[in-house]
């Protein structure tokens, strides 16, 4: 599998992550990349750092969000942007590193949450 730097998918995180005020998000931390060929199904990832990093290796969180560009790239830009928010939803208000799974007692991260989110803000699509 081939990756590449996306630094068109970055600018969209920083206006939405500025829009949705994640302020919990560190955007220096934050890294975006395509792959080619993956032979996942899924249209993108988030990938975290174990707390492990930090603790051993003295390394601070980093995520990095990969899109995977035969899917991505075919999508209407709407679903582009709620694919995007998917991914950040994943990111716990901590920034520690790990990730927030789909669905827990005290949040859900699922299309309707998306949409949701979405709605309320001024993210102009």
Known sequence: MRYQIAPEIKKTIEKLVKS??????DLQRIHCIRSFDAKTRAIARIWGM??????????EPHYIIEVNTKRFDKL????KIKTLIHELMHIPKTFSGSLLSHRSRYHQ???????K?????????
């Not at 209407?76 to 679903?79: A, I, K, S, T, V």
């Open 50 to 59: 174990s707390r492990l990093f930090k603790e051993v290796a003295g390394i």
């Open 76 to 79: 209407p830009e709407r679903e």
């Open 117 to 125: 989110i979405l709605k309320n803000s001024n993210f102009k699509i």
């Open 109 to 115: 991260i699922n299309d309707k949450e998306v949409e």
């Open 20 to 25: 949705l005020k994640m302020n919990h998000i």
